[in-house]
Every structure is written in structure tokens, then in C-alpha cells.
């Protein structure tokens, strides 16, 4: 079983920062595809940030390139997604996802573990 932690959210202004983690157990860590989701109030989640198994390569949704950076740290079992420039379409609940396909997916129906989620809030 995996469990995801994440941590580092809170109420910013826009054009701020803000540095989210996910801490992960289980040895299979590093063999896992990890993403970023958000949901915000009245909406679907969707899809944030990806990151290979490796940390090589990365995905980003439109909405975000150029602002947010998504990394980890294997030997920490740990991500990170560093998130700058924030605007107020940027608010809702961040949640951690690991899936066990080494494919790259931005559906969240392919990832098998959550965390509980994070809230960021970007005022204007």
C-alpha cells in the first residue's frame, strides 16, 4: 500500500509562490508516474503536472507552463510542484496521484493512489 502526503498550501497573492511536497512510502516509489490535480469549488478535477518515473520528463497543462515546475526527489520518496506566478484561477484543492503504468497520463482514472488533497487559495 502507498500513502501520499501532501503539504505546503495556503492562501498566497496572486503573482506569489508557493511550494507544494508529497511525501510517498513504499519502496516502489521511484518506479511510479506521479501527477498533480486540483478541483476547485463547483468543478471536475483536472489534470495539473506529470512526472516521469525518472523525474526526466514532465507534462504540464496549458494553463500552467511557464509557472509551475514539477520535480522529485527519489532518494526522499518525495515531489515537489513549485508553483509561481500564481493567479486566482489557480485556487482549489491540490491532490498528489501515483500510478503504477510507467505511461504518461493525464487521467486521473489511471492513478491508483491519492493523498487528501491540499488547499490553495490565490486572492486578488
Known amino acids: 500500500q502507498v500513502q501520499l502526503v501532501e503539504s505546503g498550501g495556503g492562501l498566497v497573492q496572486a503573482g506569489g509562490s508557493l511550494r507544494l511536497s508529497c511525501a510517498t512510502s513504499?519502496?516502489?516509489?521511484?518506479?511510479?508516474?506521479m501527477g498533480w490535480f486540483r478541483q476547485a469549488p463547483g468543478k471536475e478535477r483536472e489534470f495539473v503536472a506529470c512526472?516521469?518515473?525518472?523525474?526526466?520528463?514532465?507534462y504540464y497543462t496549458d494553463s500552467v507552463k511557464g509557472r509551475f515546475t514539477f520535480s522529485r526527489d527519489n532518494a526522499k520518496n518525495t515531489v515537489y510542484l513549485q508553483m509561481n506566478s500564481l493567479k486566482p484561477e489557480d485556487t482549489g484543492v491540490y491532490y498528489c496521484?501515483?500510478?503504477?503504468?510507467?505511461?504518461?497520463?493525464?487521467?486521473?482514472?489511471?492513478?491508483?493512489?491519492w493523498g487528501q488533497g491540499t488547499q490553495v487559495t490565490v486572492s486578488s
Open positions: 496521484a501515483a500510478a503504477k503504468s510507467p505511461i504518461f497520463t493525464t487521467d486521473w482514472g489511471e492513478y491508483d493512489y
Open positions: 512526472i516521469s518515473w525518472s523525474g526526466s520528463s514532465t
Open positions: 513504499g519502496r516502489t516509489f521511484s518506479s511510479y508516474v
